[in-house]
């Protein structure tokens, strides 16, 4: 749950452009606690993830969306038995900076048709190599 607690913290504080110590001077604490937090090494108490969620412009109950079902369908034990077998993978596209970035920098495209145009170019990139790969 900490894992996945935190991996939502990430994710949105690089989505909306904050290095960690600026979002640490926000909830008043420092980068490197922002960076346990992040991890999942530091469990955020209550309080704090209310001051993050301030912070961010979210909902408390964001940290807690998309919970894989493994982590909501089993006991105590069956989570930490499963969170141990898969920490977080780094291989993750989804947990690359440089996924967040783009998707931050798309969104920050403000032309409508320009930003349609450039994912139809990406998408079209992409099966192009999927189809190169195939051969």
């Known amino acids: ?17 904050m290095g960690q110590a600026e979002i640490a001077t926000l909830i008043g604490t420092t980068f490197q606690q922002v960076q346990k937090y992040e991890r999942g090494a530091n469990r955020i108490s209550a309080s704090r993830l209310y001051d993050i969620a301030e912070a961010l412009g979210v909902p408390v109950s964001y940290f807690f969306d998309l919970l894989p079902p493994d982590l909501t369908d089993t006991s105590i034990h069956e989570r930490l038995e499963t969170v141990t077998r898969s920490v977080v993978s780094r291989e993750d596209p989804m947990q690359r900076r440089e996924t967040l970035e783009l998707v931050r920098s798309y969104y920050g ?5 320009l930003r349609s145009r450039i994912f139809e170019l990406i998408k079209a990139a992409s ?4 189809r190169k790969s195939e051969k």
């Open 127 to 130: 099966s192009y190599n999927m």
């Open 109 to 113: 495209i403000e032309d409508e048709i």
């Open 1 to 17: 749950m900490d894992l996945h607690v935190g991996r939502r913290f990430r994710e949105l504080r690089m989505l909306k452009g």
